[in-house]
């Protein structure tokens, strides 16, 4: 089982915001990088650090932190949203990287 | 273009073995920590092995320990797997990561920024 738990899936209504949650006590001490998953697709960097998006991801992606709590904050979803979401951090020795186990994000 | 590039997958019998490689470019492959990882059917992203920049420092998950081996050959710009005694569960897509590191106020952060698009591992009799 993982570190750090993530809901299966989550569902939104397009334009509406979400938020995606990734719990777990390495959280309490390393921040979490958020990845981006498509069918058939590498993973795709969204949001690293207290809350960095690297070139080319649209602002309405967004993290935050509390506590043992990582979240990820799509403001104004849209359809190519669609997809599954992971996070990542260290784990609880902080020696070795550890994913959650995902969330499949629908786009209603 | 930035980018990496992993080959070597294909279908193994149980208990064969395995290289996989990755070649790097467009970028200084030499002063980035790399990682594999991999994802099984319909599963999530597990980390398997991450070694530093000049080799030194090398790290498996449990699930792989004693049966791969990372290396790396700056000089060809390249990162390997050896992968011994496979088993089904090993079976996998299998992407390399380069890995990229910091600190805000005392409190770390780790991301990988650049992936390929992976190479499908099969173990299967």
């Known amino acids: 089982s993982s570190e750090l738990t993530q809901d299966p899936a989550v569902s939104v209504a397009l334009g509406q915001t979400v938020r995606i949650t990734c719990q777990g006590d390495s959280l309490r001490s390393y921040y979490a990088s958020w990845y981006q998953q498509k069918p058939g697709q590498a993973p795709v960097l969204v949001i690293y650090?207290?809350?960095n998006r690297p070139s080319g991801i649209p602002d309405r992606f967004s993290g935050s932190s509390s506590g043992n709590t990582a979240s990820l904050t799509i403001t104004g979803a849209q359809a190519e949203d669609e997809a599954d979401y992971y996070c990542n951090s260290r784990d609880s020795s902080g020696n070795h990287p550890v994913f959650g186990g995902g969330t499949k994000l629908t786009v209603l | 273009e930035v980018q990496l590039e992993e080959s070597g997958g294909g279908l193994v019998k149980p208990g064969g073995s395995l290289r996989l490689s990755c070649a790097a470019s467009g970028f200084t492959f030499r002063s980035y920590t790399m990682n594999w990882v991999r994802q099984a059917p319909g599963k999530g992203l597990e980390w398997v092995s991450s070694?530093?920049?000049?080799?030194?420092?090398?790290y498996y998950a449990d699930s792989v320990k004693g049966r791969f081996t990372i290396s790396r050959d700056n000089a060809k710009n390249s990162l390997y797997l050896q992968m011994n005694s496979l088993r089904a569960e090993d079976t996998a897509v299998y992407y390399c990561?380069?890995?990229?590191?910091?600190?805000?106020?005392?409190?770390?952060?780790?991301?990988?920024?650049?992936w390929g698009r992976g190479t499908l591992v099969t173990v299967s009799s």
């Open positions: 990561a380069r890995d990229l590191r910091g600190a805000v106020a005392g409190r770390g952060y780790w991301y990988f920024d650049l």
């Open positions: 650090g207290k809350n």
């Open positions: 070694i530093s920049s000049s080799g030194t420092y090398i």
